[in-house]
């Protein structure tokens, strides 16, 4: 059994992963303290609203919890739980588009909005949240992220073409934006 009080380290990694697919609470906690804040982050990002990110991110959590067993050490875990994360943000915001469009548009809120949202968050990040949804998505998924325009197009239904013209026409937005 690992130790509460000990620190995230790489080298327990494995072993924490280990406990957690057997059902180790207190394994799967370290795991949460040390991942939750970057899938806060990628959650925030993609979905530009703080509610919503905060109740995605809890979701990706227990589908971990749920499906650790899954993970077979085949990809770095840190990889395999990002790419869990982005598949349930984007099933989130596909399931609910139009209410997250009605309720919560980034495109409708001013930068002051943004900024109350999330305070503590950098320049970049405020200016990221005001860009266009599907400009918002492949931003953060290639430039942040690191995938593919392939695997974007993929996961978001749409030609390569399409996913690399949004991610030019969001480089473009936030130059225009942070040069003000």
Not at 12 to 31: M, N, S, V, Y
Not at 91 to 111: A, D, P
Request: glycine letters at 4%; aromatic letters at 10%; one cysteine or more.
């Amino acid at each position: 059994m690992i130790d509460a009080n000990e620190c995230f380290s790489p080298d327990l990694e494995p072993q924490w992963i280990a406990q957690a697919q057997q059902g180790d609470q207190q394994a799967f906690h370290h795991l949460y303290e040390n991942y939750h804040r970057r899938i806060y982050a990628l959650c925030w990002r993609m979905m530009a609203d703080k509610d919503s990110a905060e109740d995605v991110c809890q979701e990706v959590f227990v589908q971990l919890w749920q499906k650790i067993s899954n993970f077979r050490g085949e990809s770095k875990f840190s990889t395999w739980l990002h790419s869990v994360a982005t598949n349930i943000v984007l099933g989130h915001i596909r399931k609910n588009k139009t209410w997250i469009q009605r309720i919560f548009s980034i495109e409708e809120q001013t930068i002051e909005d943004a900024v109350v949202e999330m305070p503590e968050c950098s320049n970049l990040d405020k200016k990221i949240q005001t860009l266009p949804e599907r400009a918002r998505l492949v931003f953060v998924l290639f430039a942040i992220e690191g995938y593919r325009h392939e695997e974007i197009a993929n996961m978001l239904g749409m030609a390569v073409g399409t996913s690399k013209a949004q991610y030019h026409r969001a480089r473009g937005l936030l130059r225009e934006s942070l040069s003000e």
